[in-house]
């Protein structure tokens, strides 16, 4: 019976490895996320910590920074906001690394190395849910209207 026990306890374990970003650009279902930081991460490697914000959970690999050949950066949109085009939360926080030299790697640096590379674990000024892209024709220019008026319909994720 205790060894039926340790064997599934190890399997839960085993399932709970690290897991990396989603590497799909924002599809029609992904919720649609704006957001402002206190300092410019435009071009910075995002990472998800755990809710302590002490260890991460989620991190891309080199080649998941691409979609169609080119890099996934974020999309600049009015008074500094950004769309988020690799799956944020709260929880995100950014990397000394950029984009360039992080996809040039041949592999993801260990969970520790990234960890050390955190430039600011709550780096947010502003994180909205602004619904799905199916709600959008012209999601750049409507969202650029919706800043301009408050972001009106969008969620704020952070207090």
Known sequence: MRRAIYIILGALLVSCS?????????????????YKTAADY?????VRL????????????????????????PVRLKKGYLLDTRGISANTAF????????????AAPSLQELYDHILEKNPFEAL??????????????????KISTGLPGCTSIIE
């Open 42 to 46: 435009f071009n910075k490697v995002p």
């Open 18 to 34: 690290t897991t990396k970003i989603n590497t799909g650009l924002i599809n029609d279902q992904a919720p649609i996320m704006v």
């Open 50 to 73: 755990n809710e302590r914000k002490d260890r991460i959970v989620s991190y891309p690999a080199p080649a998941d920074l691409y979609h169609d050949g080119a890099l996934a950066l």
């Open 128 to 145: 909205y849910n602004c619904g799905n892209k199916s709600n959008y024709k012209d999601l750049v220019k409507e969202l650029n209207r």
């Open 95 to 106: 990397t000394s690394y950029t984009y360039e030299e992080y996809a040039e790697m041949d």
